[in-house]
């Protein structure tokens, strides 16, 4: 059984910048595709950024392209999400997930996002970005 612990969320600013973790542990899957969710208040779950462990082949929803980050640390089974130029309405609970796939594609974060599996997700870190 996979475990996936994210942190990382507080307050910030509009214009500034946060740096999530999802730490893994338990039964790892290396080349399985590992994601970013967020959902804010009254909103669907959306896929935000995806990483393929065994390529770093990477996704980005388009409105963060360009100003967030995705990386994995395979020997310390963390993944990380760095967002910059952050705005007020991407305040939401941000969630890491792993999902059953070796792509990144929007349609597997979609999946995954309106289905919840398969795959793991962490329990979530909040995210509030004031204007």
């Known amino acids: 059984e996979v475990q996936l612990v994210d942190s990382g969320g507080g307050l910030v600013q509009a214009g500034g910048s946060l740096r999530l973790s999802c730490a893994i542990s338990g039964r790892t899957y290396p080349d399985y595709a590992i994601a970013w969710f967020r959902q804010a208040p009254g909103k669907e779950r959306e896929g935000v950024s995806c990483i393929v462990g065994n390529t770093n082949s990477t996704y980005y929803e388009d409105s963060v392209e360009g100003r967030f980050t995705i990386s994995r640390d395979n020997t310390k089974n963390t993944m990380y999400l760095q967002m910059n130029s952050l705005k007020s309405e991407e305040t939401a609970v941000y969630y890491c997930?792993?999902?059953?796939?070796?792509?990144?594609?929007?349609?597997?974060?979609?999946?995954?996002?309106?289905?919840?599996?398969?795959?793991?997700w962490g329990q979530g870190t909040q995210v509030t970005v004031s204007s």
């Open positions: 997930a792993i999902l059953v796939t070796t792509i990144c594609t929007g349609e597997n974060l979609a999946i995954m996002a309106r289905v919840r599996g398969p795959g793991a």
